[in-house]
């Protein structure tokens, strides 16, 4: 007997939202399938916050940093990465969550949730056409960056553990490895 899984639209999800269905517990849309949130330890909350108020600063009023807040994809997906580069839109994002053209690069902080972003997250944003995907290994101390879209597919995976890196969508910003990682 196989199993059949129920898959959800976007739509569905939100009005699963906003009738508080789903409000006692972290979710995100992945694919189509409701997927439960791992809690954050303080390794990953620290690192994440530390990152997000580094970037803020180096991107001052070139892009809006965004914590774990919904971004929308047309392939079902409504995934909260931990940091979100956006398009500094203002008022548009309370009409919708940013949209993949609104996004210039995303980061998630892994440690039990490691194998769902190297592996499911990573091809759900190449799929979305996200130029830009960066995971920090917790465990290993390492940013694994994600590059260059082929099939629907990242073509490029770089490891660093240390030295700076230009993100695709500011080349003239140089990011220091170390301060992402926050080793």
């Known amino acids: 007997m196989s199993v059949i899984v129920a898959k959800w639209t976007i739509d569905e ?29 303080e390794p990953h909350v620290y690192s994440s916050g530390e990152a997000g108020d580094y970037l803020a600063k180096l991107l001052a009023g070139r892009a809006k940093i965004r914590h774990a807040k919904p971004i929308t994809l047309p392939n079902d997906s409504e995934p909260e990465p931990d940091i979100a580069i956006v398009q500094p839109l203002g008022r548009e994002y309370q009409q919708h969550h940013p949209y993949p053209e609104n996004i210039f690069w995303l980061i998630e ?6 194998e769902k972003d190297l592996e499911t997250k990573s091809k759900i944003y190449a799929e979305a056409g996200i130029l830009e995907y960066w995971v920090v290994n917790l465990k290993k101390l390492h940013l694994v960056v994600y590059r260059e879209i ?9 490891t660093l553990t240390g030295g700076i890196i230009q993100p695709l969508a500011f ?3 140089s990011v220091a490895v170390e301060q992402i990682i926050n080793s």
């Open 109 to 114: 902080y892994a440690n039990s949730s490691l």
């Open 150 to 158: 082929l099939d629907a597919e990242y073509a490029t995976k770089l």
């Open 171 to 173: 080349p003239d910003v």
């Open 13 to 41: 999800y939100h009005r699963m939202i906003d009738a508080n269905i789903l409000s006692d517990r972290k979710v995100e849309l992945l694919k189509g399938e409701i997927v439960e949130i791992f809690a954050e330890g």
